[in-house]
Every structure is written in C-alpha cells, then in structure tokens.
C-alpha cells in the first residue's frame, strides 16, 4: 500500500521549492490580496465556538490506532454532508489501499445528507474528531452569528439527526494524539475555539501548542503544508501534488476539504501520508456535485451552498 503516495506524481516539486521566502505571497501565484479576500470571505462563515454549550464538549486528547514508520495514513476533513464527495473519496481510499484512516470534523453542515455522512464515516470505525459544525449540529448552541448558509444549514441537520446522533457528534473529541503525529479541526491554539490558521501569527500561535512534529488540520477548506523551522522560521505551500516534508522543525498539513473545496478546484480534497518517506500527496476526486447540487435545492437549503460548489468558490 504504500506506493500510493510516492507513484503518482514522481517528480513533484519539494516544499522548499514551493516554500515563497516570506509572508507576502503565501500560496503559490495567489496575490496576498487574493487570499486575504478568500480567507475574509471563509472566516465570515465561520463563527467561533463559545462556552454557551449546554453540557461540557470532551476535549480530552483520546487514544488513536497507532501509526508506525511504515504506516500509510489517509487524512479527510470537512465532509459537510456531501454523500456523493464521501463516497468517491471512501473508494479512492480503497483503490489506493490505504486502511489507516483519520477524520478531521465536519461532518455536517451545508449540505443534505447529514444522517448518512454521519452514519457512512461511523461506519469506517476510523478516529474522527469533531468540528464547529459537528458541535454546532450536536448541541443547541445559538446559531446567530453564523452566516445565513451555515445558520440553515445547521438548522437542518438538527432536525435531521436522531437524539444519539446528535449525541455522539458533541461528546466528539477536538484532539487526537497518535504516535508522532497531532489530529485537530481548526488550531491547537483553544481547539474548541476553532481558531483558523490562515496567516503566520496564527501558524506561530498554533505551532506553540504542538508538541508532535506532525499535526493535520482542515477547517479552512483550503490545502496547504505549514512549515516552521527549528529556528522558528514559518513557510507555508500550496497543498497540490505530492510534497516531501523536510526533516526537523514542525508541520501543519491542511488536508482541505472532501465537500466543500474553497480552493477553486471542484473535486474532493483528502490527504494520503506516508510516515516513513513523510511524503504527503494531496488526492483530488471528482465526484457527481450536480446531484449534490440538486438535493441541496430539493431540501430547500440556501441555493448558495449548491452554488459554491458548482462555482468552485
Ligand atoms: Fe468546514
């Protein structure tokens, strides 16, 4: 299994290469600008958590399948209840063999198919952790400072879940430790406060918490690789292709999104690392958005989150 990484695109370029010297032009031929607007437009849809839950989250870091030198992981994120984007990146993780699997969080949100995303991850008996959505849509947290997609979105799936549904979705943990490697949504600065990593005093603010020399994230539903050196000193890549992490320091690999890439690129989004060559290839999987798009429209969900999709927004 694991050639599936190293294979698919031989001749990748490295993250050094990839790595811009400063903070200017953060991901690739994207202008600061540019992804600052992205990234103002993400935040917006994405309000903090807060302490207003009705019963305590679990935030314990929980035990996870342990990862050896020679294991193969695959590492998904922010499904939000898109079936059809699950399905296609569940049998690419079967093509590719890959059996080790981890899942970042949200699950729920935007989309139709709530129950059977939920019940579809369940049943993969993967380690999964929880996500704004997820804690959103398993607690009666007040919904007001969301955007009207994400507020209707979450409203939907409350009605759609069962009381243990729901349960399970918020006694979730925000954190999960395996081997070497850290599992989180959003940031390892106040995980349950689902603090984004989109610029380099937040990747500081992160990597002060992580202790493991690897940690995966989404939240941001856009791909990248964070590195900071043993000095201290803080790159970030565009997450495409396959990259090779450098030996030392720390990283942050975002896995991006399975069902709602914001990235300009349509397909599923999900990572595949390999411990040994610490080799991460960034999956894109194409997938049936039109009948995401439509059961989006049949259940009377906001037309902007079928829109986003179909705009590769
Ligand atoms: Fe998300």
Redesign the pocket.
Known sequence: MAPAISSTVPQSPTIKQLCLPTFQSPIGKFSSNSIQLLFSVIVRE?PRADQTLGEPLNNSHTPAEAITDDSVIAVF??I?SNLEALKAVIEDMDACGIEQRYCL??IV?YGANPSQCLELVRSMRCSIIQ???DAAAGTDISLEMMSPGARFGIEFTRKKLSAPQRRFLRGLPVTIVAGDHQFVHASLDEPADWNYVINQWEAQLHFSFQERSVCFC??T?VPAIWHQSAKGKIRVAKGTGSLRLPRGGKALINVG?VG?PRDGAAEACYVLFDCKSRRVEFRRVPYDNETTCRKILRAKLPPENAERLRAQR
Do not use: M
């Open positions: 994405y994120s922010d939000h969080g949200d949100g996500g704004n959505h989404g939240h539903h999104s709602q």
